[in-house]
């Protein structure tokens, strides 16, 4: 199949989030699978050409805006590290910025950028000859692909077998635009912009709903996050269309990049270790404590977060219950982070009360935080909600046991660990309120303190795998089901 994805970010070229490394590990994926895949992005000020060997294509897009006309360049590289084609749209006034979506605050003209972006992506392919049987677009900043490419460009004959597939990475970031910009960059115009218009949510114009709308099939990168955003306290204002789309709706777990995360190979930590090796791990720990000054202690269980610190997170709960088992003497705790004042203000008091048994890292290190899932003995993860979540399914990999609230991709990876069957990874709970919490906390240090249940649990963990293959093959059903539905 010829599958276009068109995304604001690629790992490693331009990246802020998951977003990047997911449709990366697509790419390289569908490629392996015996597929044709391109990737369409904005050059961004960020993105590498020289490193990364970009070539320019000589061709010009000549893209519509409403009543006027566009222009933009094109180049042409390579995903690094693959085969997969990745072509930039450059525009200069629009993408030859410091930030991809904003610096100190978004920037005021993302409609505008993202609404030509989404259009240009179609012209890349009529500039290239090349006929997608998909368009996949990523998040709300590609959404009005879908909305050209069914309406716009539905008749000509490269889009002729074209189906439109739309993710959803976070729905958080819905891209509210103002109706009568929008409208008019889009060229839809405003007699398309009317209440319950596919455009319209709440009186602007919704990007997010609008790729919802106009893709044949909808995913987003879990299957129970998938079924939550159904309902208010999940769906971020979009219950309604989201349950209009509901049949089209589908869950398709995100994969981990195993050639990064790998305590056997893993050039960031102290020691490596294996599942034949699991007692090597202990060293890590040492390690830790000696880089941080702290006194080596061989009996407490290490507890960590590694986490963006925002609601979403539920730190809050971590504030209410953590420091009962620290003060009490059960635990050492350790956690990276940045994001809210209030939470890095909290856990710098935190070390501030309790300087032998806690490691506080404010800030974003990802050579650190592999030191700390190798270290660690439990990752603390009790998320208010979680689309997928690649935390603990890196954890599991270094033998760190997930406590996970059960939402989202938390719920659909970790398995709660049973003695009486000797399976499962993790610990889970479901209300969130401290009392579960905390009552899942002592479910975990009570098998930390049974030999084999313990040494049976990491087991589990270090050999769970959700692989990037898998999620591509779960993308090429969907690819398949929405070209049967517009046959
Ligand atoms: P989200 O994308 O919502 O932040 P995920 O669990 O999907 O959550 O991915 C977060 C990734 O970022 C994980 O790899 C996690 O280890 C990493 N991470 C989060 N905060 C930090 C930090 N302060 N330092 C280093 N890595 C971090």
């Not at 705790?333 to 940045?338: A, L, P, T």
Request: proline content about 3%.
């Amino acid at each position: 199949m010829n599958i276009a994805l068109v995304a604001a970010e690629v790992a490693p070229l331009a990246k802020t989030g998951g977003l990047a490394d997911v449709v990366a590990a697509l790419g390289k994926e569908l490629l392996n699978l015996g597929h044709n895949p391109i990737i369409i992005l904005p050059k961004h000020r960020v993105v590498d050409t020289h490193q990364y060997q970009f070539e320019n294509t000589g061709l010009s897009l000549i893209v519509p805006m409403g009543t006027w006309t566009e222009f933009a360049g094109l180049l042409k590289g390579k995903l690094p590290g693959t085969d997969v084609p990745v072509y930039l749209i450059e525009h200069d006034i629009y993408f030859d910025r410091n930030g991809i979506y904003g610096e100190e605050n978004e920037y005021p003209d993302n409609d505008r950028r993202f609404i030509f972006f989404s259009r240009a992506a179609l012209e890349v392919c009529k500039a290239i000859k090349y006929s997608p049987d998909i368009i996949h677009a990523h998040d709300f900043h590609a959404a009005f692909s879908l909305a050209f490419l069914k309406s716009q460009y539905r008749d000509e004959e490269l889009f002729r077998n074209t189906a439109a597939i739309y993710t959803i990475h976070n729905l958080a970031y819905q891209g509210k635009f103002n109706p009568d910009r929008a409208m008019q960059f889009s060229g839809f115009g405003s007699d398309n912009f009317y209440v319950g218009s596919w455009f319209e949510q709440f009186g602007v114009v919704n990007a997010m709903k609008t790729g919802i709308m106009f893709a044949d099939k909808i995913t987003t990168v879990s299957p129970t996050y998938a079924q939550e955003i159904r309902f208010d306290y999940y769906s971020e204002g979009l219950r309604q269309e989201l349950n209009t789309r509901g049949a089209d709706l589908i869950g398709v777990l995100n994969g981990a990049d195993y050639d990064i995360w790998n305590p056997e190979t893993d050039e960031h930590i102290h020691t490596n270790y294996s599942e034949s090796t699991l007692y090597k791990k202990n060293e890590n720990k040492i390690a830790l404590y000696e880089e941080f000054g702290l006194t080596h202690d061989s009996k407490k269980p290490l507890v960590a977060i590694v986490s963006r610190l925002t609601e979403q997170k539920g730190i809050e709960l971590i504030m209410s219950e953590i420091e009962h088992y620290i003060g009490s003497g059960e635990i050492r705790f350790v956690i990276i982070g940045s994001g809210e004042k209030k939470y890095e203000h909290y856990f710098e008091a935190l070390r501030y009360r309790h300087p032998h048994d806690t490691i506080v890292y404010i800030g974003y290190n990802n050579n650190l935080s592999h030191r700390v899932f190798a270290a660690a003995d439990f990752m603390l993860l009790p998320s208010r909600y979680e689309p997928c979540g690649l935390t603990q399914m890196y954890a599991m990999r270094y033998a760190t046991i997930p406590l996970v609230r059960l939402t989202g991709g938390l719920a659909d990876t970790v398995d709660e660990y049973l003695e009486s069957s000797g399976n499962g990874e993790g610990f889970r709970f479901w209300s969130y309120s401290g009392r579960e919490f905390s009552y899942c906390i002592n479910k975990a240090l009570a098998v930390y303190n049974k030999a084999p249940h313990w040494d049976n649990i990491r087991q589990n963990a270090i050999r769970k795998r959700f692989t990037s293959t898998a999620s591509a093959e779960e993308y090429l059903n969907v690819y398949r089901w929405a070209r049967e539905k517009i046959r």
